[in-house]
């Protein structure tokens, strides 16, 4: 249901920037975040933001990564500086209608691999 994009192949020290686009029949979108699930391991969270503006990031990701999002166009961003090779995985934005649900609107994933 969400659109991300951005992902690719990047050297180590690189960066990318992923978007996440929200389809406009969704009128309702409290908090969004991106999740990462690398391979053999399970999804973890990357990062969310609040519509009041609310931040949170993994220890992993903290001074390398920055979530943003412009709440007119429902539309997200995770500029990721300083890549990693363990960075590697498919990134995957979610939203939900109310904080106090799970994450239910997901997007298909977009590719980022980090190459040493």
């Known amino acids: 249901l969400l659109q991300a994009s951005g992902g690719g192949l990047v050297q180590a020290g690189g960066s990318l920037r992923l978007s996440c686009a929200a389809p406009r029949n969704i009128f309702s979108i409290s908090d969004m975040g991106w999740y990462r699930r690398a391979p053999g391991k399970q999804r973890e969270l990357v990062a969310t933001?609040?519509?009041?503006?609310?931040?949170n990031y993994a220890d992993s990701v903290k001074g390398r990564f920055t979530i943003s999002r412009d709440g007119a166009k429902n539309t997200m961003y995770l500029q990721m500086n300083s890549l990693q090779p363990e960075d590697t995985a498919v990134y995957y934005c979610?939203?939900?209608?109310?904080?106090?649900?799970?994450?239910?609107?997901w997007g298909q994933g977009t590719q980022v691999t980090v190459s040493s």
């Open positions: 933001i609040s519509t009041g503006g609310r931040i």
């Open positions: 979610a939203a939900r209608s109310s904080s106090t649900r799970p994450y239910h609107y």
